[in-house]
């Protein structure tokens, strides 16, 4: 891939502590080229438990209108709490592959989504997560059998591609792909920013 390919990440941070409907989280973007270097950010917003992580992602791809982006790469698929993201609906609206990629085994959301949620809200979650496409797995390194590193659902690519970028973004071939290290250090540092400034305003209305 050549060095000049440009991926956009985006991942999500909220805050730790105990979150209602209200809260925010905080949406960042981070254009990254595969050598590394960094040439954009975007930011947007998602409600904590919500079901508007899908535009939220969909307004950081619109907020750069950056036709050179080939790629977008998401942390994840149910970031803030279950906010499922619709990868089906983020590609059709940006005309772009989308890789969803996530850092550890797992079961599946549909037990996590059923026992937190009921009625409507259960019921929208799991039809988005029901259309996502199957995990594959990435290995890193040259040890075809050993634990996968990473995971990922694609959409407007084959799985092969998919590995490939998902590679090529991998400093050193380990770790976490960069656009979405950036993407997720912009994050934290933005909700830490919004964080401050709410508890500032409280403090100044007593």
Not at 23 to 33: E, I, L
Not at 40 to 48: E, H, L, P, R
Request: aromatic share 4%; glycine share 8%; proline share 4%.
């Amino acid at each position: 891939m050549k060095s000049g390919t440009r991926a956009l990440g985006v991942a999500v941070s909220s805050s730790d502590r105990t979150t209602t409907a209200s809260d925010r989280a905080t949406v960042a973007g981070a254009v990254v080229r595969v050598d590394r270097v960094v040439d954009g950010a975007s930011f947007a917003t998602c409600t904590v438990g919500g079901t508007d992580a899908t535009d939220a992602v969909i307004a950081c791809v619109e907020r750069l209108d950056r036709e050179d982006v080939r790629y977008l790469l998401l942390a994840g698929v149910a970031p803030a709490w279950f906010n499922v993201v619709d990868l089906n609906a983020v590609h059709t609206a940006t005309d772009r592959p989308v890789l969803a990629v996530s850092f550890e085994a797992s079961e599946g959301l549909e037990p996590h989504i059923r026992e937190h949620f009921e009625g409507e809200a259960r019921e929208r979650r799991l039809a988005t997560y029901e259309s996502l496409p199957e995990r594959v797995a990435i290995h890193l390194g040259d040890d075809a059998d050993a634990t996968p590193g990473l995971w990922v659902r694609a959409v407007g690519v084959d799985d092969a591609t998919a590995r490939r970028v998902v590679r090529a973004h991998l400093p050193d071939g380990q770790g976490r792909p960069e656009p979405l290290r950036v993407a997720r250090m912009l994050a934290r540092a933005g909700r830490g920013y919004a964080d401050r400034e709410r508890a500032a305003r409280r403090d100044r209305d007593g």
